[in-house]
T-cell receptor, first 116, second 117 residues
Framework: AQKITQTQPGMFVQEKEAVTLDCTYD???????LFWYKQPSSGEMIFLIY??????QNATEGRYSLNFQKARKSANLVISASQLGDSAMYFC?????????????FGKGTKLTVNP | EAGVTQSPTHLIKTRGQQVTLRCSPI?????VYWYQQALGLGLQFLLW???????NRGNFPPRFSGRQFPNYSSELNVNALELEDSALYLC????????????????FGSGTQLSVL
C-alpha cells in the first residue's frame, strides 16, 4: 500500500539557518510524483516543490530543494536561509496510479517554527 | 488570476444535519479534489472529480458525496453529520493529466472549517 511517513511532528530552526524536513514513502508503482506543500495558519495549502520518480536531478525552487534518494525512498525538503514566514505546517505527498485511477497520499505533516 | 475558492470559510452544524461545501477551481483546471484534514490526522483523500465524473474515492462512508458541474466547480455534501466530521475541508484543482503522463501539481483553496456540535 502507498504510504507517506513524516517522522518529525515538530521542528525548530533559527532564522537564516537551513533546515531539513524528512519524508519517506512506500510504493510499488515505478511511476509516481512527490510533492511538498506548506500550510500556514490560514489553512491554505501552498505548493512548494515537485519531484518525478524518473527525474535524474533533485528539484530546486528558490530556497527550497528536494533531496531525492530513490533507493532509500526518501524525499526530504531542505529550506535554506529560513525566514520567520516559513513557520507553518509542511506536508509531503505522493501521487500514484492505482488500477487506472490516481491516488494521492499525504503524510501527517511537520510543524516548523522559525525562531528570531 | 484567481486561485481556488471555497465557501463558506466557516460552518457550524449539529449532529445529524446535512452540509454542502463549495469549490471553484482555477480557470482552465478540470480536476477537483476534496480532502479532509481532521486534527492530528493529516490530510485524508475524499474525492476526485474530472470532466464532471467521479474518478476516485477515498475510504469514507457513502454519506460523503459530491458532484462536479459543467463549469468544473464542485460541491461536497455530507449527510447525517457526526462529531468526528469536524475538520478543515480542503479543495484542490489541477489540469487534467496530459497524454504524456506528466504529473500536475495541485493548487489548494483556503478550506472550509466545519464544526459539528
Amino acid at each position: 500500500a502507498q504510504k507517506i511517513t513524516q517522522t518529525q511532528p515538530g521542528m525548530f530552526v533559527q532564522e537564516k539557518e537551513a533546515v531539513t524536513l524528512d519524508c519517506t514513502y512506500d510504493t510499488s508503482d515505478p511511476s509516481y510524483g512527490l510533492f511538498w506543500y506548506k500550510q500556514p495558519s490560514s489553512g491554505e495549502m501552498i505548493f512548494l516543490i515537485y519531484q518525478g520518480s524518473y527525474d535524474q536531478q533533485n528539484a530546486t525552487e528558490g530556497r527550497y530543494s528536494l533531496n531525492f534518494q530513490k533507493a532509500r525512498k526518501s524525499a526530504n525538503l531542505v529550506i535554506s536561509a529560513s525566514q520567520l514566514g516559513d513557520s507553518a505546517m509542511y506536508f509531503c505527498a505522493m501521487r500514484v496510479l492505482q488500477g487506472g485511477s490516481e491516488k494521492l497520499v499525504f503524510g501527517k505533516g511537520t510543524k516548523l517554527t522559525v525562531n528570531p | 488570476e484567481a486561485g481556488v475558492t471555497q465557501s463558506p470559510t466557516h460552518l457550524i452544524k449539529t449532529r445529524g444535519q446535512q452540509v454542502t461545501l463549495r469549490c471553484s477551481p482555477i480557470s482552465g483546471h478540470t480536476s477537483v479534489y476534496w480532502y479532509q484534514q481532521a486534527l492530528g490526522l493529516g490530510l485524508q483523500f475524499l474525492l476526485w472529480y474530472d470532466e464532471g465524473e467521479e474518478r476516485n474515492r477515498g475510504n469514507f462512508p457513502p454519506r460523503f458525496s459530491g458532484r462536479q458541474f459543467p463549469n468544473y466547480s464542485s460541491e461536497l455534501n455530507v449527510n447525517a453529520l457526526e462529531l468526528e466530521d469536524s475538520a478543515l475541508y480542503l479543495c484542490a484543482s489541477s489540469y487534467h493529466r496530459d497524454a504524456t503522463g506528466g504529473w500536475e501539481k495541485l493548487f489548494f483553496g483556503s478550506g472550509t472549517q466545519l464544526s459539528v456540535l
